[in-house]
Structure formats: structure tokens, C-alpha cells
């Protein structure tokens, strides 16, 4: 009696007050889950999860290690440039991690003399030809369009010609932006670069097969995260380079440029989606569309045909 009295609480007193404390959190995980269902998150995430996102990511990345890099370190050599450069103007290496990036690589000139006129240079467009195909699978299935096969290899072709294109103009302009307006010129430029870049991306791959105004919102949003994926690797690319350096030697610097590969895919398939979900919520809200069937039911002809402005049948 009188150590209830000292802490002024009593034990059924204690215990209502735990049972408080629980209904409370009780109460907020359920506002919680009302607030999510049906919201543009839930909406978002379903559609992550019906693309497997992280696996595709993960394998997307593995294409670009092993098929694109050949094909950007040969496309640099070619055009009388170190892939050095290329990255350590994508991702603001300094010039240690430059340089150790650098002892990667073979000089351009060497590279360039061992594959021209040689059996290298099939595998050259082979690798830029499968890095583009990965990407048309992955925005294939974001947009639930038919896969053509054999018939998109010139449109892969096209894109990898526009990518050389804008990388070579990126290179040239670069610079002269950021020397008249400095870093926010050079980022707002980046943004319309990007947005630009990543539609027609789109538009070519997919053959035409989505109108390009609905392939807008989905640029727009790959565009924002692709600079905000450059910023955030601007400043601390070069500190994870020297890192894995220390730690596990050149095969470190693998293991970073890896990690900022995974980010490309994260961006390439959230920019998708999130564009995707954005249009639909848009279209729901003011009576235009409607949202798109539950992930079990997604994906047949009809659906697709729904994605391209039929409607399903009743």
C-alpha cells in the first residue's frame, strides 16, 4: 500500500495505462492503413511488386556490366576518348578516384587498334544491341506492350545511335554551362537533357506502340531521378571508389561501379512506374481513365489494348 501510494500508481492503474498505450498504436496503424489503401502508394508499390523490380533491376545492372561497358569502352575509343571521362563526368569522380578508375582500362588507342578490322568489333554492337534490349524488355513490361523479337533490332540500333549522339553532345556542352551559369544552369539543363533523352528512349523502343504524350509523365519522372541520382553520386562516388579500393583492391572499384549501375535500373523502372501511376491517378481523378486491374489480372490482350486506349470488353 505504500509503494503504490510513493509512485502514485496503483498495478490496475499501470495496466489500463499500458492497455492505453496499445489501443492508441492500435488506432494509428489502422488510420495508417486506411490512409494507404487505395493511395498512389499502394498503387505505386503493386505495380513495383508485378515487375519484380528489384530482380529486374539487379539483372538490368548485370546486363550493363557485362554487355554495355564493352560497348561504351570501345564507342569512347573509337571516338578518341577515355571511358574515364565519360564516367567521371556522369558521376563527379574526383581525380583519385578518377585515376583509379582509370587503372582499369587499357589506353583508348590501344583499344581502338585491337578492335577495328577484327571479330571484336561484332561483339561491340552485339553488347550495345542486348544492353538496349534489356531496356526495351524492361519498359515492355512496364507499359504491358507485346514483345516484337527480332523485329525492334533496328530501332535498338537507332538508340544506341542517339545515346552516342547525346553523350558526344553532353561532353561538348557540359562545360560551357557550367562556366556560364555554374552548377544550377548546369543541373537545369540536366533535367530538360534528361526528360528529353529518356522520352525518346521510350518512344523508340516501344515502337511507337504508346503515344508519345502518355509516355511524357514517365520521362518527366526517369528525368528527375536520373539528376537526382547523378547529384547524390556526385558526392560520394569518389569516396566509395577510394573505399573499395583500400578495402579489396582493384576488384573494389567493380564493386562500386556496380552499385551505380543497380541505380540506373532502380531509376529506369521507378521513373516508369511512377509516370504510369501518376497518369492513371490523373485520368481516375478527373473521370478520364480508370486505374488499372489487380496484378493477377493484368497483362492479357485485353489490358493491353486498355493501355492503349481501347476500352476493355464489358
Known amino acids: 500500500m505504500a509503494s503504490a501510494g510513493q509512485d502514485g500508481k496503483s498495478p490496475e492503474g499501470a495496466a489500463n495505462g499500458k492497455r492505453g498505450v496499445r489501443q492508441r498504436v492500435q488506432r494509428g496503424i489502422e488510420a495508417g492503413k486506411g490512409k494507404y489503401a487505395g493511395s498512389s502508394a499502394e498503387h505505386l508499390w503493386r505495380r513495383l511488386d508485378a515487375m519484380d523490380f528489384i530482380n529486374q533491376g539487379t539483372l538490368f545492372a548485370a546486363t550493363l556490366l557485362l554487355c554495355f561497358f564493352p560497348f561504351l569502352i570501345v564507342a569512347s575509343a573509337l571516338a578518341g576518348r577515355s571511358v574515364v571521362t565519360t564516367l567521371a563526368r556522369d558521376t563527379g569522380l574526383d581525380s583519385q578516384a578518377a585515376a583509379a578508375v582509370g587503372h582499369l582500362f587499357a589506353p583508348s588507342a590501344a583499344t581502338a587498334s585491337a578492335v577495328v578490322g577484327t571479330a571484336s568489333m561484332v561483339f561491340f554492337v552485339l553488347g550495345g544491341i542486348a544492353a538496349a534490349t534489356a531496356l526495351q524488355e524492361i519498359y515492355e513490361r512496364a507499359f504491358e506492350v507485346p514483345h516484337r523479337g527480332m523485329k525492334d533490332i533496328p530501332r535498338r540500333l537507332a538508340w544506341l545511335a542517339v545515346l552516342i549522339g547525346t553523350s558526344l553532345l553532353t561532353g561538348w556542352a557540359g562545360?560551357?554551362?557550367?562556366?556560364?551559369?555554374?552548377?544550377?544552369?548546369?543541373?537545369?539543363?540536366?533535367?530538360?537533357?534528361?526528360?528529353?533523352?529518356?522520352?525518346?528512349?521510350?518512344?523508340?523502343?516501344?515502337?511507337?506502340?504508346?503515344?508519345?504524350?502518355?509516355?511524357?509523365?514517365?520521362?518527366?519522372?526517369?528525368?528527375?531521378?536520373?539528376?537526382a541520382m547523378e547529384v547524390v553520386f556526385s558526392l560520394v562516388f569518389s569516396a566509395m571508389v577510394i573505399s573499395n579500393e583500400n578495402k579489396y583492391g582493384p576488384i573494389g572499384i567493380i564493386f562500386a561501379l556496380l552499385s551505380y549501375?543497380?541505380?540506373?535500373?532502380?531509376?529506369?523502372?521507378?521513373?516508369?512506374?511512377?509516370?504510369?501511376?501518376?497518369?492513371?491517378?490523373s485520368s481516375a481523378r478527373t473521370g478520364a481513365g480508370h486505374l488499372p486491374l489487380p496484378a493477377g489480372n493484368r497483362g492479357g490482350p485485353a489490358d493491353r489494348q486498355h493501355q492503349r486506349g481501347v476500352p476493355r470488353p464489358a
Open 175 to 227: 562545360p560551357g554551362l557550367r562556366h556560364v551559369g555554374g552548377p544550377v544552369l548546369l543541373a537545369a539543363a540536366g533535367l530538360v537533357w534528361a526528360t528529353g533523352f529518356w522520352w525518346l528512349t521510350m518512344w523508340i523502343l516501344l515502337a511507337g506502340q504508346i503515344p508519345g504524350q502518355k509516355l511524357f509523365p514517365a520521362a518527366c519522372a526517369t528525368g528527375v531521378l536520373y539528376v
Open 261 to 281: 549501375l543497380i541505380a540506373i535500373g532502380v531509376v529506369v523502372i521507378l521513373g516508369a512506374v511512377a509516370g504510369l501511376v501518376w497518369q492513371e491517378r
